[in-house]
Protein backbone atom coordinates (compact mmCIF):
# COMPACT_ATOMS: atom_id res chain seq x y z
CA UNK A 1 0.00 0.00 0.00
CA UNK A 2 1.21 3.27 -0.91
CA UNK A 3 0.93 5.99 1.37
CA UNK A 4 1.21 9.91 0.24
CA UNK A 5 1.69 12.62 3.09
CA UNK A 6 1.71 16.23 2.18
CA UNK A 7 2.55 19.06 3.97
CA UNK A 8 3.67 22.81 3.47
CA UNK A 9 0.11 24.34 3.30
CA UNK A 10 -1.45 27.48 5.19
CA UNK A 11 -2.40 30.90 5.09
CA UNK A 12 -0.28 33.45 3.00
CA UNK A 13 -1.03 36.89 1.68
CA UNK A 14 -1.94 37.56 -2.38
CA UNK A 15 1.73 37.76 -3.52
CA UNK A 16 2.91 35.35 -1.48
CA UNK A 17 4.76 31.99 -1.81
CA UNK A 18 4.19 28.63 -0.50
CA UNK A 19 5.60 24.82 -0.87
CA UNK A 20 4.02 22.04 -0.48
CA UNK A 21 5.95 18.49 -0.25
CA UNK A 22 4.56 15.39 -0.99
CA UNK A 23 6.34 12.44 0.49
CA UNK A 24 5.44 9.08 -0.14
CA UNK A 25 5.97 5.77 1.67
CA UNK A 26 7.93 3.95 -1.16
CA UNK A 27 10.31 4.89 -4.33
CA UNK A 28 9.05 7.37 -6.31
CA UNK A 29 10.79 6.93 -8.95
CA UNK A 30 8.62 4.03 -9.68
CA UNK A 31 5.54 5.95 -10.73
CA UNK A 32 4.92 7.01 -14.11
CA UNK A 33 3.57 10.65 -13.16
CA UNK A 34 3.26 12.35 -9.97
CA UNK A 35 1.24 15.15 -9.87
CA UNK A 36 -1.02 18.34 -7.71
CA UNK A 37 -4.63 18.81 -7.71
CA UNK A 38 -6.53 21.03 -6.14
CA UNK A 39 -10.27 21.20 -5.03
CA UNK A 40 -12.90 24.17 -3.33
CA UNK A 41 -15.53 23.31 -1.87
CA UNK A 42 -19.16 22.36 -4.36
CA UNK A 43 -15.92 22.08 -7.18
CA UNK A 44 -14.54 19.31 -9.20
CA UNK A 45 -11.17 18.03 -8.58
CA UNK A 46 -8.45 19.86 -10.90
CA UNK A 47 -5.47 19.20 -12.31
CA UNK A 48 -2.48 21.61 -11.61
CA UNK A 49 0.57 20.30 -12.47
CA UNK A 50 2.12 16.72 -13.45
CA UNK A 51 5.76 15.41 -13.31
CA UNK A 52 6.64 12.22 -15.41
CA UNK A 53 9.41 9.55 -14.13
CA UNK A 54 11.96 11.14 -16.84
CA UNK A 55 11.14 14.74 -15.50
CA UNK A 56 8.73 15.86 -17.93
CA UNK A 57 6.87 19.22 -16.52
CA UNK A 58 3.35 20.12 -17.39
CA UNK A 59 0.65 23.02 -15.80
CA UNK A 60 -2.96 24.16 -15.84
CA UNK A 61 -2.67 27.59 -18.33
CA UNK A 62 -3.36 29.79 -14.40
CA UNK A 63 -0.87 28.76 -12.93
CA UNK A 64 1.87 28.55 -15.83
CA UNK A 65 4.94 30.74 -14.95
CA UNK A 66 3.65 31.07 -10.83
CA UNK A 67 3.80 27.42 -9.90
CA UNK A 68 6.32 24.80 -10.24
CA UNK A 69 6.67 21.00 -9.74
CA UNK A 70 9.63 19.07 -8.38
CA UNK A 71 11.00 15.82 -7.39
CA UNK A 72 13.55 14.45 -5.53
CA UNK A 73 13.94 10.65 -5.76
CA UNK A 74 16.28 10.37 -3.20
CA UNK A 75 14.07 11.78 -0.72
CA UNK A 76 11.14 10.35 -2.00
CA UNK A 77 9.42 13.59 -2.46
CA UNK A 78 7.19 15.82 -4.72
CA UNK A 79 7.06 19.42 -3.89
CA UNK A 80 4.94 22.35 -5.65
CA UNK A 81 6.94 25.61 -5.43
CA UNK A 82 3.77 28.06 -5.53
CA UNK A 83 4.85 31.94 -6.14
CA UNK A 84 2.28 35.08 -6.63
CA UNK A 85 -0.80 33.48 -4.87
CA UNK A 86 -3.78 35.10 -5.90
CA UNK A 87 -7.34 34.29 -3.63
CA UNK A 88 -8.42 32.17 -6.45
CA UNK A 89 -5.60 29.68 -5.59
CA UNK A 90 -6.68 29.11 -2.19
CA UNK A 91 -7.86 25.05 -2.47
CA UNK A 92 -7.43 21.92 -0.34
CA UNK A 93 -4.26 20.65 -2.65
CA UNK A 94 -3.97 16.67 -3.37
CA UNK A 95 -0.64 15.15 -3.98
CA UNK A 96 -1.50 12.00 -6.80
CA UNK A 97 0.77 9.43 -8.12
CA UNK A 98 0.18 6.91 -11.33
CA UNK A 99 1.58 3.55 -11.44
CA UNK A 100 1.15 2.00 -15.18
CA UNK A 101 1.33 -1.76 -14.64
CA UNK A 102 2.99 -4.35 -18.30
CA UNK A 103 -0.32 -5.12 -18.12
CA UNK A 104 -1.94 -2.04 -18.59
CA UNK A 105 -3.24 -2.10 -15.18
CA UNK A 106 -3.31 1.85 -13.83
CA UNK A 107 -3.25 1.93 -10.33
CA UNK A 108 -3.85 5.88 -8.91
CA UNK A 109 -3.09 6.86 -5.47
CA UNK A 110 -4.37 10.08 -3.65
CA UNK A 111 -3.13 11.74 -0.39
CA UNK A 112 -5.10 13.40 2.58
CA UNK A 113 -4.77 17.31 0.94
CA UNK A 114 -3.60 20.25 2.90
CA UNK A 115 -5.35 23.09 2.80
CA UNK A 116 -3.67 26.53 1.35
CA UNK A 117 -5.77 30.08 1.91
CA UNK A 118 -4.20 32.87 0.45
CA UNK A 119 -6.11 35.77 1.82
CA UNK A 120 -4.92 39.51 3.22
Known amino acids: QVQLVESGGGLVQPGGSLRLSCAASRSIFSFNVMGWYRQVPGKGRELVATITSVGSTDYVGSVKGRFAISRDNAKNTVYLQMNSLKPEDAAVYYC??????????????WGQGTQVNVSS
Open 96 to 109: NAVLLSLSGGRNTY
